[in-house]
C-alpha cells in the first residue's frame, strides 16, 4: 500500500489550486451505471463552478493506471455499486497512490455486506431490522440520516406508496415525498443522529454517507443499511439535508474533495535484511555465546 490514512490531516482548504488536478471517477460497469453518470457530472459541474481543476474518468473505458501518468493529484468518487463502492476500486487507489473521497478499503468493503453491517451495528447497541424486511401495515416511516465530516446531518423522512423504498422510488419516481425536516422531537432527532454515526463507525465507514433506517411498530429505529457513496443526483437525500444546514450542493461536494486529504502518500518502508544473513548472524552469536560459556565454565574448573 502507498497510502497512508490520517484523519488528523484533514483541514479546510480555501483556494481551489490546493486540491490539484483532480479525476471525477464516475459510469463504471454496475448496473448503477446510469445513476453514477448523474451523480459524477453533477459532482464534475459543482467543482468547477468552484474553480476545481477537475475531469471527468469513466474506469470502464480508460484504465486506473493512467491517473498517476495523467498527475492527477486526488480522486472524488462517484462509482455506485459493486466495483466502486466496495473496497475493491479503493484498493486500487491505494496501491496507485492516488487520495479518494469517502470510506476506506474495509468500510468500504463492511457497507456493502449488509449482514456484517448489521452484526456490527447491533454489537454498538445500534438496532437492526431482521435481515428480511417484509413490510407490514404496523411497519413505521423510513428516515435516512447522512454524514459529512462525523456529523450527522438533519434526518429525513421517506414517504413512498410503493411497498419499498427501492431503487425505482429513490431515482426516478415523482411521487416519492421527503420531509426535512423530518417531524422528530429534538430528543428523538439527537437519538437518531446518535445511532447513525454510532453504525457508520462501527462498519469502519469514514468521510461522508448515509445511514438508513425504518421505525418499528413501537417507533423504534432500526437499522436497514449504511450508504457510502450515496447518490449525488437531483433525487438525492445528502444534498437535501445539506441544504437544511445552509450547504448548497458546490459547498457540499466541495467538503467531500476535502476528506480526500486523510489519505496521503507513506513514507518508506524499513529495509529488511535478508532471511539468509539474519540466520547466518544468529547462529554467530550463538556460536560466540557458547565459546563465552565455555570459557568461564573452564576458568571455574582452574579455580
Not at 275 to 291: I, L, N, V
Request: net charge positive; glycine share 10%.
Amino acid at each position: 500500500m502507498r497510502l497512508t490514512c490520517d484523519p488528523r490531516a484533514e483541514r479546510r482548504i480555501a483556494a481551489p489550486g490546493e486540491f490539484g488536478r483532480v479525476a471525477v471517477l464516475y459510469g463504471g460497469d454496475s448496473s448503477e451505471r446510469e445513476i453514477s453518470l448523474l451523480s459524477g457530472n453533477a459532482v464534475l459541474e459543482g467543482l468547477r463552478r468552484r474553480g476545481v481543476d477537475a475531469h471527468p474518468f469513466d474506469p470502464r473505458d480508460r484504465p486506473l493506471d493512467e491517473l498517476p501518468l495523467r498527475r492527477f493529484a486526488r480522486v472524488w468518487i462517484a462509482l455506485h455499486g459493486p466495483g466502486g463502492e466496495d473496497g475493491t476500486l479503493q484498493g486500487a487507489l491505494e496501491y496507485l497512490g492516488v487520495p479518494y473521497t469517502g470510506s476506506g478499503v474495509m468500510g468500504s468493503a463492511i457497507g456493502m455486506d449488509k449482514l456484517r453491517t448489521k452484526r456490527l451495528a447491533l454489537s454498538v447497541g445500534v438496532a437492526s431490522a431482521d435481515f428480511v424486511v417484509l413490510r407490514g401495515e404496523e411497519d413505521g416511516p423510513e428516515y435516512t440520516v447522512s454524514i459529512l465530516k462525523d456529523q450527522a446531518l438533519p434526518s429525513i423522512r421517506i414517504e413512498t406508496p410503493r411497498v419499498f423504498y427501492d431503487y425505482e422510488a429513490k431515482y426516478f419516481r415523482d411521487d416519492t415525498r421527503y420531509f426535512c425536516p423530518s417531524g422528530l422531537s429534538a430528543s428523538a432527532e439527537a437519538h437518531l443522529a446518535s445511532l447513525a454515526l454510532a453504525a457508520f463507525e462501527a462498519a469502519g465507514a469514514s468521510g461522508w454517507g448515509r445511514s438508513d433506517f425504518m421505525m418499528d411498530a413501537a417507533g423504534r429505529p432500526l437499522l436497514l443499511e449504511i450508504n457510502t457513496i450515496p447518490g449525488m443526483t437531483s433525487h438525492s437525500l445528502v444534498p437535501m439535508a445539506a441544504r437544511a444546514i445552509g450547504v448548497d450542493f458546490d459547498e457540499l461536494v466541495w467538503r467531500v474533495l476535502e476528506t480526500s486529504f486523510t489519505r496521503r502518500p507513506a513514507g518508506p518502508a524499513r529495509a529488511k535484511a535478508p532471511a539468509k544473513a539474519k540466520a547466518s548472524a544468529t547462529r554467530k552469536a550463538a556460536a560466540k555465546r557458547r565459546a563465552a560459556a565455555k570459557r568461564r565454565a573452564g576458568s571455574r574448573g582452574k579455580a
